[in-house]
């Protein structure tokens, strides 16, 4: 607050409202709670989901972080995602994986993460990436993991196999191990805990009127990255509530949109297998396929999709879950040309199957989504129920990447568009506008200076 008092009178001069730590802002809330100011329920409201995830995290000690920042800080980045981690290095996904399995916390290290690395990505206790700004895909699924990370930082020199600590809080990186900080005893911080029951996203499902309509993909993406970059640029403070809810629906939304689509897909995809002699080593798979879900070999990719969901939407979750279990199988073991099928229709089968199975947040899930590929490039166009051009969201994923905040997000993904505009020599124009409730709430954190 900004105040002067003038002949015995108080002026308020200016007001912004403060951002608050984590710790900060669970005990204000219930601190409101005990004067009577709000519900526990609407003190739980205040809080950002990020916040409390932050408190659930142990970091690190302060004195011994300090003290190997002196002697040991390897990288300084953009702090992604909160938390501390320690652990072994590993530089790809595949070896994440493996030393995972013998029991080894590891923190995976890239230059930039991909869909592929998202099974390394699972198991590391932390990510950290070269390059990258708060919506690439790394900070996206590192937040939605729960997980520290730290991007845009030099990686040069750390290596394969040394112990380093990760602060996702300032976006440090040390050589060697830092100890954790003891657990908050703070009572109105352990109160707020036990109050807090995490607002969660509804349960992953199908939504088959979303077949029959048809939405732009290019503008979901903008509606998608832009909450997220949104929620995160508003934590602690006054639009904390709003963006964290904003961004639930929104991303609600786009994952079931995404889902929908790769299910279309796939139904459409897997006519092209040439029958069981030829696919040997899924055979019974395959037959399952034919026998049970009627699924349809050869023909027009539009009266495939449609067969497929006709079964698929008179069933139960579990027997779709299986029906995608069955189809990535096929596609990952059957004898495929390279225009057709294969690891990358095997690798879409799975990522709506991973969303399906709760195994994926809806988050994780579309931000995936969003970086799949079939055999000709960007996973879009083989429906249009999702429509719009495959060319653009090439450039909008690769402006995304590297923006720090709401603002700046919104300048690179005009800047794509104005780039993809240039090469189809389609003149020049303005980018398409966020959706009337997202720009609505990104005005307003942009008048009150939040972004």
Same mark, same amino acid.
């Given at each position: 607050?900004?105040?002067?008092?003038?002949?015995?009178?108080?002026?308020?001069?200016?007001?912004?409202?403060?951002?608050?730590?984590?710790?900060?802002?669970?005990?204000?809330?219930?601190?409101?709670?005990?004067?009577?100011?709000?519900?526990?329920?609407?003190?739980?409201?205040?809080?950002?989901?990020?916040?409390?995830?932050?408190?659930?995290?142990?970091?690190?000690?302060?004195?011994?972080?300090?003290?190997?920042?002196?002697?040991?800080?390897?990288?300084?980045?953009?702090?992604?995602?909160?938390?501390?981690?320690?652990?072994?290095?590993?530089?790809?996904?595949?070896?994440?994986?493996?030393?995972?399995?013998?029991?080894?916390?590891?923190?995976?290290?890239?230059?930039?993460?991909?869909?592929?690395?998202?099974?390394?990505?699972?198991?590391?206790?932390?990510?950290?990436?070269?390059?990258?700004?708060?919506?690439?895909?790394?900070?996206?699924?590192?937040?939605?993991?729960?997980?520290?990370?730290?991007?845009?930082?030099?990686?040069?020199?750390?290596?394969?196999?040394?112990?380093?600590?990760?602060?996702?809080?300032?976006?440090?990186?040390?050589?060697?191990?830092?100890?954790?900080?003891?657990?908050?005893?703070?009572?109105?911080?352990?109160?707020?805990?036990?109050?807090?029951?995490?607002?969660?996203?509804?349960?992953?499902?199908?939504?088959?009127?979303?077949?029959?309509?048809?939405?732009?993909?290019?503008?979901?993406?903008?509606?998608?990255?832009?909450?997220?970059?949104?929620?995160?640029?508003?934590?602690?403070? /006054? +639009?904390?509530?709003?963006?964290? =809810? &904003?961004?639930?629906? !929104?991303? $609600?939304?786009? %994952?079931?949109? *995404?889902?929908?689509?790769?299910?279309?897909?796939?139904?459409?995809?897997?006519?092209?297998?040439?029958?069981?002699?030829?696919?040997?080593?899924?055979?019974?798979?395959?037959?399952?396929?034919?026998?049970?879900?009627?699924?349809?070999?050869?023909?027009?990719?539009?009266?495939?999709?449609?067969?497929?969901?006709?079964?698929?939407?008179?069933?139960?979750?579990?027997?779709?879950?299986?029906?995608?279990?069955?189809?990535?199988?096929?596609?990952?073991?059957?004898?495929?040309?390279?225009?057709?099928?294969?690891?990358?229709?095997?690798?879409?089968?799975?990522? /709506? +199957?991973?969303?399906?199975?709760? =195994? &994926?947040?809806?988050? !994780?899930? $579309?931000?995936? %989504?969003?970086? *799949?590929?079939?055999?000709?490039?960007?996973?879009?166009?083989?429906?249009?129920?999702?429509?719009?051009?495959?060319?653009?969201?090439?450039?909008?994923?690769?402006?995304?990447?590297?923006?720090?905040?709401?603002?700046?997000?919104?300048?690179?993904?005009?800047?794509?568009?104005?780039?993809?505009?240039?090469?189809?020599?389609?003149?020049?124009?303005?980018?398409?506008?966020?959706?009337?409730?997202?720009?609505?709430?990104?005005?307003?954190?942009?008048?009150?200076?939040?972004?």
């Amino acid at each position: 607050v900004e105040f002067t008092v003038e002949q015995g009178k108080l002026y308020i001069l200016q007001v912004r409202n403060a951002k608050l730590s984590p710790e900060a802002a669970a005990t204000i809330a219930t601190h409101f709670v005990w004067e009577k100011k709000l519900s526990k329920a609407e003190a739980v409201a205040q809080v950002s989901k990020e916040q409390l995830e932050a408190l659930r995290f142990r970091g690190f000690d302060p004195a011994d972080l300090e003290r190997a920042k002196k002697s040991s800080t390897l990288a300084q980045g953009i702090p992604a995602s909160p938390g501390a981690a320690v652990g072994k290095v590993v530089l790809t996904s595949e070896a994440a994986v493996e030393a995972a399995k013998r029991g080894e916390k590891v923190i995976l290290v890239r230059p930039d993460t991909s869909p592929d690395d998202l099974p390394g990505m699972l198991v590391a206790e932390a990510i950290v990436t070269a390059t990258g700004g708060n919506t690439s895909h790394a900070a996206v699924v590192a937040r939605g993991l729960g997980k520290p990370a730290v991007v845009s930082c030099y990686t040069g020199i750390i290596y394969a196999g040394d112990d380093i600590s990760v602060d996702g809080n300032t976006g440090v990186v040390v050589k060697g191990t830092v100890k954790l900080a003891e657990l908050a005893q703070k009572k109105e911080v352990n109160l707020f805990m036990r109050w807090a029951a995490f607002e969660q996203c509804p349960a992953p499902k199908l939504n088959f009127a979303m077949f029959e309509e048809s939405v732009s993909y290019n503008d979901l993406l903008v509606d998608f990255y832009l909450t997220e970059s949104m929620a995160q640029a508003a934590t602690g403070t /006054a +639009l904390s509530v709003e963006t964290a =809810k &904003l961004k639930a629906s !929104v991303h $609600a939304n786009v %994952a079931e949109r *995404l889902a929908m689509y790769l299910v279309v897909a796939v139904g459409g995809e897997i006519r092209h297998a040439k029958g069981s002699d030829y696919f040997h080593r899924c055979r019974d798979e395959l037959n399952t396929l034919i026998k049970q879900f009627g699924i349809q070999l050869g023909g027009v990719r539009g009266d495939a999709q449609r067969k497929s969901l006709t079964y698929l939407k008179s069933v139960d979750v579990n027997t779709q879950i299986r029906f995608l279990q069955l189809t990535a199988t096929v596609f990952e073991k059957g004898s495929w040309t390279r225009a057709m099928g294969g690891k990358n229709w095997a690798n879409i089968a799975n990522a /709506a +199957l991973n969303f399906l199975s709760g =195994k &994926l947040s809806h988050t !994780v899930f $579309a931000d995936h %989504a969003f970086d *799949l590929e079939h055999n000709n490039g960007t996973v879009f166009g083989k429906n249009k129920m999702l429509d719009g051009s495959r060319e653009l969201v090439r450039y909008q994923l690769d402006a995304k990447k590297h923006a720090g905040n709401p603002t700046e997000l919104i300048r690179a993904l005009d800047k794509a568009y104005k780039r993809f505009l240039c090469w189809t020599y389609e003149g020049d124009s303005k980018a398409p506008p966020p959706s009337p409730e997202v720009l609505s709430l990104y005005e307003v954190g942009k008048k009150l200076g939040i972004w």
